[in-house]
């Protein structure tokens, strides 16, 4: 018999978290088990991404979607959101609101719980931290298991109802691992650390669609894959793309691939800094690694990475990386043996990039795609012992 697997995450929007959870459904093998992906918003972007033998169930407050059922205090929990703009009622109300959340959160739970009906699983996997106390409230499970995936150890993050529950606790760096053990002591014996899983063939084969873009050859093309954040520091290659071009080098052409809160204010730094001609803001796209393969270097600049999964996917595409002294980068550094891959503070790395565009060699690593291969085999065979 089949063992019943359930995760449950908030969202397939594009992102590290989000691609991590996708690849993980890759590696399952479906003869073996019969995996169920819940999510509790329809933000769906990578939802063609899913494995077809993965059940899908979307249970979103605003509108139907797997269940023909309707949740019908989605308006109570629209006066829990933030707004920019507050009605005189919403700030009359603020107060109360905390009351309200917690009203409104136990009645989205008992929807859950009604709509799944008596469907019990072998093990329910709490992929997002946001979700936990729908997983152990709504998911009957005979076992849970909780993903930490944050590199800042911040108490926003953190849903002890989930960290109570588990079985397991589960961190993607060893790094990571050892700072939530500080962190929530009294959950200590239960962290353990999984890596995130790379997807080899899905990478090699999505980086040869076609862009939009042209790329200049006969530039040193650069290019960084993140979130337009704080915690990733676009900014940081702002600054870096500044020294560069400062010294002399003229042939520099940064890509950036993503969107973000920061979007305008990055937009607004390269405009003073005259970088117009140098920085190329994308966006947001589904499929980074089109750009990624053209690259002649690639950079994240990252102040907080737990493990750092696009590093490890441009690693994949045989480019040269360079990256911040984060807990994922120093944890990939270690657990992949490979020259492609150089670590630095954010002050060194315009040392270390105009070094490469010096040198302007190119390397490919094949021993590193083997590495890579026998994590994801050693990481899958912890899990399944979990599970």
Not at 115 to 127: C, P, R, S, V
Not at 155 to 184: C, M, P, T, W
Not at 237 to 250: E, F, K, L, Q, T
Request: glycine share 4%.
């Amino acid at each position: 018999m089949k063992k019943k697997i359930i995760f449950v995450t908030k969202a397939l929007w594009i992102g590290g978290i989000e691609t991590a959870l996708i690849n993980l459904l890759n590696f399952f093998d479906y003869d073996k088990y019969d995996v169920t992906l819940l999510v509790t918003h329809a933000e769906l972007d990578l939802k063609e991404s899913v494995n077809p033998n993965c059940r899908l169930i979307v249970v979103d407050r605003e509108k139907k979607y797997s269940f023909g059922t309707e949740y019908k205090y989605n308006r109570l929990f629209h006066l829990t959101e933030k707004t920019d703009n507050p009605s005189i009622v919403h700030k009359l109300m603020m107060w109360i609101i905390p009351f309200i959340r917690k009203i409104e959160n136990e009645l989205y739970i008992k929807y859950i719980k009604k709509l799944m009906g008596n469907e019990k699983y072998d093990t329910a996997i709490i992929y997002n931290d946001i979700v936990a106390e729908i997983t152990v409230k709504a998911i009957k499970a005979e076992k849970y298991l909780m993903y930490y995936h944050h590199g800042a150890m911040r108490h926003v993050y953190h849903d002890y109802i989930g960290y109570k529950k588990s079985n397991s606790i589960i961190a993607v760096s060893e790094n990571q691992a050892d700072s939530l053990r500080l962190f929530v002591p009294k959950y200590k014996d239960k962290i353990i650390t999984i890596h995130n899983l790379i997807d080899i063939d899905k990478i090699k084969r999505l980086a040869q669609e076609p862009v939009e873009e042209v790329f200049d050859d006969s530039k040193y093309n650069i290019v960084t894959v993140g979130r337009v954040s704080q915690e990733k520091g676009i900014d940081i290659a702002v600054n870096i793309c500044s020294n560069i071009v400062r010294r002399g080098y003229d042939n520099v052409r940064w890509w950036i691939i993503g969107d973000g809160p920061e979007m305008d204010s990055i937009k607004l730094l390269i405009s003073d800094m005259e970088l117009d001609k140098y920085m190329i803001l994308v966006g947001m796209k589904s499929n980074p690694y089109p750009y990624m393969v053209k690259a002649d270097l690639y950079v994240q600049p990252s102040r907080i990475e737990s493990f750092g999964i696009s590093i490890l996917e441009a690693l994949v595409l045989g480019k040269t990386v360079v990256a911040t002294n984060t807990l994922g980068g120093k944890e990939i550094k270690a657990i992949i043996n490979t020259d492609n891959l150089c670590i630095s503070d954010d002050k060194k790395m315009a040392d270390m990039i105009t070094d490469y565009l010096e040198k302007n060699e190119k390397y490919n690593d094949e021993k590193c795609l083997e590495q890579i291969r026998m994590v994801n085999k050693s990481n899958m065979e912890i899990l399944e012992k979990l599970i």
